[in-house]
């Protein structure tokens, strides 16, 4: 049996020591990497390098040995996988819930043991797809572990790991390793797996080697640290990292029985409580919050993009507005403009769809509206000319205050960060009576050139949806036939032109109540992993939080193509699940976002506008075909809806619409919209409904 690492051994008389051994040994506890310490450029980052740790490793004579007893006799690969089926299972008392697997001969104990412990094991082939699947069951309210081999495939979980981080979603990775004395050693698929995805997990952990040559205190302290350790991902939403080292063999000599599972011993470790400390406002953060409101005369509040999971601010809001006259602007994502949990239409007083928030970059009308007070609540809205409006707005003077748990002031103008959950401040706010939040002392020009406002561009955006077929006539087409539905808003254009286009109240326009949840990735905003992620979204829509009765994605051309292999994962969540997926891709020419960046205005010839603007094959029909998905093609708005709708009613079929069109659709109507907006905020000033003079 071994006790202890195989560099400590001494070395074996024929066998010369490497030179570099006999200079330096190296320590047995503490990393020899010089990359490893932290240099000047490191040591002060404001992001905290994850949590690095060791496993115990030592043996304690005389010990029971409840999992590695007799080991010398035992069947080593027997007590490993023993080992493996309590790890999942403590991790399952922790909150894992599924276990996302991709095939390897390294992790064989760990697949083995998620399969005795009772969990849910899904199969996916690319690691990146898998880890984007894990993010999706997450970001609808589960919590997966991804499983991976050594060597390159933990590497492919970093995006979705960074998601993870940057948006709040746990995600339990659990890498199988290599023993620690085949490391920097030219053994194959070996790399040092400790830290490999940097500072995104919010620990990183090295559970060391699972085997009879664990002993029961160091399997005990295994099981804990690991459970502690998940609990705290689900706890402060967000990824960690758990490595496990495995030698061979990696299977036992025979698959134990049922019964023989059944009398298997467990060391007691019960799950540990982590409760993380939630961050809360303080009695003062939100005495000084009041006491702004009370006094400002043009205040605005601003909501970015919520979680689906996320509980309905909408009733609070709403009363809160009514009573203490705050203009709202709520970005689609939000879930408030939403039916369930939403504001009641009438409770809306703002500009609730004003251009700010739709990115068309509307300089006059930002320089026209003076608010003095801008409360913002969650994330900032998506829309980039967002951060140009709120700097233009503080150095007027305005106040900016950001309710948040996390930091989300993206162009440093917030004076005051009350770091909270939303929910938290508003019910504060709310009581004793949020009418003694300065209703009286607003601003009335202000009140009423934002209802001129609100109403001229509603009209703006009608006409613009009457004007033609592009972009934000297709979204506005998928949103209204999207009942009942989860819907997946792809980064680029769709999740822009959500903000524009979508039906104006709540309650769709035909009667129907609209999408029951929003879902997007804006984490770090990529157009990676998409596909995947909606499918691991949908694998839970249809129970717990989301009780959606179909799920819908609304993608650009290219972002399909990043994960084409993601469709696989569509067609059998889609017929495990008995659901009705129907993935909307704009088929426009690729990347008309880049049409809207004032690169397009640069003058490139065609052959460098073609590194941005990169166009899809004509038809994804072959496609769909291969990965098991019904194909419809759409070229106008009712054979969207109607796609979408026919879609909705086949419950276990996967549908890809196609919706052509024409490539430059989107900037054509983004063009026209802006200049309308510009000329409406123009007009309603010299109308003399300027709404304040400057600063508060
Ligand atoms: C992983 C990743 N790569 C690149 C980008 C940069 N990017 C943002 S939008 C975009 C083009 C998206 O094109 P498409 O999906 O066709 O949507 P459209 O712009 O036409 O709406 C790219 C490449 C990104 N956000 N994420």
Do not use: K
Request: hydrophobic content about 45%; some cysteine.
């Amino acid at each position: 049996m071994r006790s202890s690492p195989s560099w400590a051994l001494p070395a074996p008389r024929t066998a010369p020591v490497p030179e570099t051994l006999q200079v330096r040994p190296p320590p047995r506890r503490r990393r020899s990497s010089p990359t490893r310490r932290p240099s000047r450029a490191t040591a002060g980052r404001s992001t905290p390098r994850p949590e690095r740790l060791r496993s115990h490793g030592r043996r304690h004579r005389g010990e029971r040995l409840p999992m590695s007893a007799n080991a010398s006799r035992q069947d080593a690969g027997l007590v490993t996988l023993r080992q493996a089926a309590a790890l999942w299972r403590v991790l399952a008392r922790s909150g894992v819930d599924e276990v996302v697997s991709s095939p390897g001969a390294r992790s064989t104990p760990l697949l083995l043991g998620a399969l005795r412990s009772g969990l849910t094991v899904r199969s996916v082939v690319d690691e990146r797809s898998a880890a984007f699947y894990g993010l999706g069951v997450g970001r609808a309210g589960g919590t997966a572990a991804l499983l991976c081999t050594s060597g390159t495939a933990v590497a492919h979980y970093l995006p979705a790991v960074l998601e993870a981080r940057h948006d709040g979603v746990p995600l339990v990775v659990v890498s199988a390793d290599r023993p620690l004395d085949r490391q920097a050693s030219g053994a194959p698929q070996t790399v040092d797996q400790i830290g490999i995805l940097g500072a995104a997990p919010l620990v990183c952990c090295d559970l060391g080697e699972l085997g009879p040559g664990l002993d029961d205190r160091s399997l005990r302290w295994v099981l804990r640290r690991a459970g502690e350790i998940v609990s705290r991902a689900r706890a402060e939403a967000g990824p960690v990292h758990l490595d496990v080292r495995l030698r061979r063999p990696l299977q036992p000599a025979a698959l134990p029985t049922a019964d023989d599972a059944a009398g298997e011993e467990e060391p007691a470790v019960a799950a540990p409580a982590f409760v993380a400390a939630r961050p809360g406002p303080g009695a003062g953060g939100v005495e000084r919050l009041r006491e702004m409101l009370r006094s400002s005369r043009r205040p605005l509040v601003v909501a970015g993009p919520a979680a689906p999971t996320a509980s309905g601010l909408g009733p609070t809001l709403a009363r809160l507005a009514e009573s203490a006259a705050l203009p709202l602007a709520v970005d689609y994502a939000s879930q408030l403009r939403l039916d369930r949990g939403a504001l009641p239409r009438d409770a809306a007083p703002g500009p609730w769809r004003d251009a700010l928030l739709a990115g068309l970059d509307c300089r006059r009308l930002v320089a026209s509206l003076r608010p003095d007070l801008v409360l913002q609540l969650g994330r900032p809205p998506v829309a980039t000319s967002w951060e140009a409006a709120i700097e233009e707005w503080a150095r007027r003077g305005a106040c900016h205050v950001v309710v948040a748990p996390r930091r989300h002031d993206p162009v440093s103008t917030a004076a005051l960060w009350l770091q909270a959950e939303v929910e938290a401040v508003l019910s504060e706010l709310a009581r004793p009576q949020a009418s003694v939040l300065g209703s009286e002392v607003r601003d009335s020009a202000w009140s009423r050139r934002l209802t001129l406002l609100d109403r001229e561009i509603r009209r703006c955006i009608e006409a613009s949806v009457a004007d033609g077929w592009h972009d934000g006539a297709a979204v506005r087409a998928t949103l209204e036939a999207a009942e009942q539905a989860v819907v997946w808003l792809g980064n680029s254009l769709p999740i822009r032109m959500a903000n524009l286009y979508a039906p104006f109240a709540p309650v769709a326009t035909d009667g129907g109540r609209g999408p029951v949840a929003l879902v997007c990735q804006r984490g770090v905003n990529g157009i990676d992993g998409n596909v995947s992620s909606w499918a691991g979204v949908a694998s839970r829509s249809q129970g717990g939080a989301l009780a959606a009765q179909g799920a819908v994605a609304l993608l650009g051309d290219v972002a399909l193509r990043h994960d084409i292999g993601g469709l696989e994962l569509v067609s059998r969540v889609a017929e495990r699940e008995r659901l009705a997926m129907v993935l909307v891709v704009l088929h426009n020419g690729g990347g008309r976002i880049f049409e809207q960046l004032p690169l397009a205005r640069a003058g490139l010839d065609d052959s460098t506008w073609s590194h941005w603007s990169t166009p899809s094959p004509p038809s994804f029909a072959p496609v769909a075909e291969q990965y098991g998905l019904r194909f419809v093609a759409a070229e106008d708005a009712a054979a969207t809806a109607r796609g979408v709708r026919e879609g909705l009613a086949r419950p276990g079929v996967a549908t890809l619409l196609q919706v052509r069109l024409p490539d430059d659709g989107a900037a054509r109507a983004a063009n026209g919209l802006r200049a309308a907006i510009e000329r409406v905020a123009e007009q309603s000033a010299g109308e003399g409904v300027e709404g304040g003079g400057e600063g508060p």
